[in-house]
Protein backbone atom coordinates (compact mmCIF):
# COMPACT_ATOMS: atom_id res chain seq x y z
CA UNK A 1 0.00 0.00 0.00
CA UNK A 2 1.35 3.55 -0.85
CA UNK A 3 0.14 6.51 0.33
CA UNK A 4 1.37 9.95 -0.94
CA UNK A 5 1.79 13.95 0.31
CA UNK A 6 2.15 16.48 -1.79
CA UNK A 7 2.23 20.27 -0.91
CA UNK A 8 2.98 22.39 -4.27
CA UNK A 9 3.38 25.50 -2.76
CA UNK A 10 6.44 24.37 -0.27
CA UNK A 11 7.37 21.42 -2.48
CA UNK A 12 6.97 18.95 -0.74
CA UNK A 13 6.56 15.49 -1.91
CA UNK A 14 6.23 12.82 0.73
CA UNK A 15 5.96 9.18 0.78
CA UNK A 16 4.40 6.15 3.07
CA UNK A 17 5.05 2.80 2.00
CA UNK A 18 3.03 -0.27 3.80
CA UNK A 19 3.54 -4.21 3.69
CA UNK A 20 2.98 -7.31 5.55
CA UNK A 21 4.94 -9.71 4.59
CA UNK A 22 4.88 -13.64 6.32
CA UNK A 23 7.60 -14.58 8.43
CA UNK A 24 9.72 -18.31 8.51
CA UNK A 25 8.13 -19.26 11.71
CA UNK A 26 4.37 -18.30 11.24
CA UNK A 27 4.61 -14.82 12.48
CA UNK A 28 3.91 -11.53 10.12
CA UNK A 29 5.95 -8.36 9.58
CA UNK A 30 4.27 -4.69 8.82
CA UNK A 31 7.31 -3.70 6.80
CA UNK A 32 7.04 0.39 6.35
CA UNK A 33 8.95 2.86 4.70
CA UNK A 34 8.52 6.41 4.38
CA UNK A 35 10.47 9.82 3.45
CA UNK A 36 11.18 12.30 0.49
CA UNK A 37 9.52 11.26 -2.75
CA UNK A 38 12.54 9.94 -4.93
CA UNK A 39 15.19 9.41 -2.07
CA UNK A 40 15.60 6.42 -0.07
CA UNK A 41 13.60 6.44 2.93
CA UNK A 42 13.39 5.29 6.59
CA UNK A 43 12.57 1.63 6.89
CA UNK A 44 10.64 -0.01 9.87
CA UNK A 45 9.99 -3.30 10.61
CA UNK A 46 7.42 -4.49 13.15
CA UNK A 47 6.21 -8.15 14.08
CA UNK A 48 3.15 -9.79 14.89
CA UNK A 49 1.97 -12.94 16.20
CA UNK A 50 -1.04 -13.22 13.17
CA UNK A 51 -1.83 -11.82 10.14
CA UNK A 52 -5.00 -10.15 11.55
CA UNK A 53 -3.35 -8.28 13.96
CA UNK A 54 -0.72 -7.10 11.25
CA UNK A 55 -3.65 -5.65 8.95
CA UNK A 56 -5.11 -4.13 11.87
CA UNK A 57 -1.44 -2.56 12.80
CA UNK A 58 -1.93 -0.64 8.89
CA UNK A 59 -5.21 -0.18 8.97
CA UNK A 60 -4.67 2.41 12.03
CA UNK A 61 -1.19 3.48 10.72
CA UNK A 62 -3.41 4.51 7.59
CA UNK A 63 -6.29 6.45 8.91
CA UNK A 64 -3.27 8.00 10.96
CA UNK A 65 -1.89 9.30 7.78
CA UNK A 66 -5.12 9.75 6.36
CA UNK A 67 -5.92 12.51 8.97
CA UNK A 68 -2.41 13.89 8.28
CA UNK A 69 -3.12 14.60 4.62
CA UNK A 70 -2.18 11.52 2.66
CA UNK A 71 -3.66 9.93 -0.08
Known amino acids: MDLTWIDPP ?7 RMEIVPGLFGDWSLIREW ?5 AGQVRVDW ?3 EAAA ?9 Q ?3 RGYD
Open 10 to 16: SNARRFY
Open 35 to 39: GRSGQ
Open 48 to 50: FDT
Open 55 to 63: KTARFNIQM
Open 65 to 67: KAK
